[in-house]
Structures are given as C-alpha cells and as structure tokens.
C-alpha cells in the first residue's frame, strides 16, 4: 500500500516542476456574467445524484438551481466513477452512461441547450479513489488514469460544443467517518482494516488527485478557445466546514464535524447487531456528515450556495477560473 503511495507521490514532484504551478488565476474577468447562466447540466456520483440522495433529504443540485433559477439537467448516478474502463464498478459511469445519455438527447432534440447560457459542472473521484477501487488496488489503474479521464470530460463535451465549467475536485475523503483514523465498523466496511494506513493513503489520493487535475486543466486551457474553466476547490471548503465548523453549520444541536447523522456501527466482521442512530429534525443541520461517507444537506446547501453563486456571475473564494 504504501509503495503504490511513493510512487503516486514521485510522479506528483515531477509535475510540480512546472512554472505555473500554484499561481493565481482568478484576475477578475474571466467569469461568467451576471444572469447568463440559465441551465445546469450536472454529472458525477451520489455526491450529486438527485434521486439516490446521499444526504437522505434534498441534494445540492436541486437547491442551486432554485437559488439561482437555473433548469436542472441532471445526469449524476450514485456509485458512479469515471469510467468503467479504468475501475469498473455496477453503477451508470461518466463516460459509458452519463455522457452518451446527454448526447444522446442532445441528437435526438429532447433537451436543446445554448452554450452561453449552461454550465456543466463534474463531481467525481470519491468511488475511483475508494475502497472498490485505487485505496484497494482492485483495479489495475492508477491515479493518473483516472484524473486524466476527469479531464477529458472536459474536452469531450468542449467538443460537442460545450463552453462553461465547473469542475469540483476531490473532498478531503480521509475527513469522512468511513476514511478517518478513528473509524469504525460500518455499512460500507466491517472487515478488519488498518484505520490509520487508509486515512493516510486516502489523504495522499485527494491531495495528489486534485493536483494533477488543476495542472492538467491549466495545461489544455490554451487549446480550449471561447471555454470559461473554473475549478470549484470542494477540497479547501470541506477543509473549512471541518476546522471551522460553526461559519457553516446551523443545526440545535452541538456541532459535529466527526460522526454522522445516520450512523450505523456493525460488529466486526459482520456478526448480527448493528447499532444505528439517526439525529432527527433540526439537530441534523449540526453535522458535517449524512452517513460514513457522504455530507449532510446543510453541507449540501453550501456547495449549491457556491455553484449558484457562480451561475449568477458573483465571484467565489472557492473558484479559480483558468479561463
Ligand atoms: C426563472 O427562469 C425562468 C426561465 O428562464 C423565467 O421565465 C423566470 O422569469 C425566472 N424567474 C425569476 C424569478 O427570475
Ligand atoms: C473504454 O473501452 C472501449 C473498448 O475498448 C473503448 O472503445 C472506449 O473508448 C473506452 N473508453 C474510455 C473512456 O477510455
Ligand atoms: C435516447 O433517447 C431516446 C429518445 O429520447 C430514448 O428513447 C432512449 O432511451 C435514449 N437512449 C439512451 C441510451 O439514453
Ligand atoms: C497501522 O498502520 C500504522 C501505520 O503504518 C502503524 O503504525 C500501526 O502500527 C498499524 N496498526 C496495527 C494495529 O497494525
Ligand atoms: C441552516 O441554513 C440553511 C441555509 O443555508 C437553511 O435552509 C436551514 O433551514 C438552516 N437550518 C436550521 C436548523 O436553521
Ligand atoms: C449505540 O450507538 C450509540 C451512538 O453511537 C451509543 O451511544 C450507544 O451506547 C450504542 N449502543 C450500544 C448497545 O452499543
């Protein structure tokens, strides 16, 4: 495990050599204007799926399309990676299901959608990285592959026409209950496990993920004439709501950053009781996290208070727009 994280790691440092690495890119005038945005066309997994929920309530893209009046196009499925090429798992993936149906009802003239006025934005990388998946080395891929593959998204839909992005990089997964180094047996993983070896893997896949990703949309930007690139840094904001949590969340409860609103203890290996909980009403506001894995609505809420933002043409501490 840890020579799959050296190795990750060394590529990383050759990239870091890269003059433009880490510069400011947000002069200002490369955002979308104010009251352009009038579709959002979202794709990625349960992080942003509408009907499979993560935070057991509403998901972030149906409240930034009400805060911001925007026609929601949504294509996300939960347990979604990028493509099944590269870490195959069951669920509808970006680049064998999510964008052939999109394309698929852009020929047919089921949706028709002006470039100027919609906004793709991508959230995926939580079940690439996971535990199906690179943290397990269940898949002969590696981080590289799969970034990649997040970028040509991109460049995929630029060539179908597509102009304003929004790419959502990694969250901070070893801060989830399922990655941290005080875990415990639960839904997603009741086997035995070294805690502290998966936070500290799991933290060098963001970091490093999310790295290459910007170095690699900073290194097409020229090629991608009239595109608006933004990239919506999850990473840094869930980092916030976790060190300082009372600037976000809201619930009647005391603020909770560490365990979930439906937490669920297994015994180890699976034996017969399971001890679940749930915090009802709103005490649920108080959290982080909606279960082992996945953020709370109130999480949720900020991230669609961002992207809204964004869609009406207001800047964003979260957002660096490469072009
Ligand atoms: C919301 O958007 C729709 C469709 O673009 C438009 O007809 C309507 O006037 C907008 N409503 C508000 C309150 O801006
Ligand atoms: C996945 O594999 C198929 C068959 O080899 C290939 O046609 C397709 O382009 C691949 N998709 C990606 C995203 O690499
Ligand atoms: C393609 O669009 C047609 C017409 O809307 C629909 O009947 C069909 O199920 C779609 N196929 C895919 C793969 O999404
Ligand atoms: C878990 O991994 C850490 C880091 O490699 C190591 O220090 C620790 O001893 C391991 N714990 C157990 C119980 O094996
Ligand atoms: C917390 O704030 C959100 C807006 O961000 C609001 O919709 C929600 O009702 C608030 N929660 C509580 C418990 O007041
Ligand atoms: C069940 O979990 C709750 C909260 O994690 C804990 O307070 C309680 O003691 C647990 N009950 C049992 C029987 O383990």
């Known amino acids: 495990m840890f020579s799959r994280a050296f190795t990750l790691i060394s590529s990383v440092v050759i990239f870091a050599i890269y003059p433009a690495a880490g510069q400011p890119y947000n002069d200002g005038t490369k955002e979308v204007t104010l009251g352009q945005i009038k579709n959002l066309v979202t794709f990625g997994d349960s992080f942003t799926d509408i009907l499979s929920t993560s935070d057991g309530r509403t998901s972030w893209p149906i409240y930034a399309a009400s805060y911001a009046n925007l026609t929601l196009y949504p294509y996300a499925h939960a347990g979604a990676t990028c ?17 052939p149906a999109y394309y698929n009802d852009t020929s047919t003239g089921t949706i028709h959608l002006s470039p100027a006025s919609t906004l793709y934005t991508l959230w995926i990388g939580t079940n690439d990285v996971g535990l199906k998946s690179l943290l397990i080395g269940h898949d002969s891929a590696s981080l590289v592959d ?12 630029y060539t179908r026409g597509a102009r304003n992005f929004l790419f959502q990089n990694m969250i901070p997964l070893e801060k989830t209950p399922l990655y941290s180094k005080n875990s415990w047996p639960n839904r997603y993983w009741h086997l035995e496990r070294n805690t502290t070896e998966w936070n500290v893997f799991m933290r060098e896949l963001t ?14 930007v020229p090629t991608l004439h009239g595109a608006h690139i933004g990239i919506f840094d999850t990473h840094s904001l869930f980092a916030d709501m976790s060190s300082n949590p009372a600037k976000y969340l ?39 996290w909606y279960d082992e894995l996945h953020p709370s609505e109130q999480a949720e809420r900020i991230v669609a208070q961002v992207i809204a933002q964004v869609a009406m043409g207001e800047g964003n501490k979260w957002i660096t727009w490469l072009s």
């Open 250 to 288: 809201n619930g009647t409860a005391a603020l909770n950053v560490d365990d979930a609103v439906n937490k669920c203890v297994y015994e180890l290996n699976g034996g017969p009781t399971t001890n679940c909980t749930t915090i009802q009403g709103t005490d649920r506001d108080s959290y982080l």
């Open 83 to 99: 493509s099944n090429n590269l870490t195959h798992l069951s669920s509808p993936s970006v680049f064998e299901s999510q964008l």
């Open 207 to 220: 970091l490093s993920g999310n790295e290459l990703t910007s170095l690699m949309l900073q290194a097409i």
């Open 146 to 157: 799969v970034t990649k593959c997040m970028v040509n998204w991109l460049q995929d839909l």
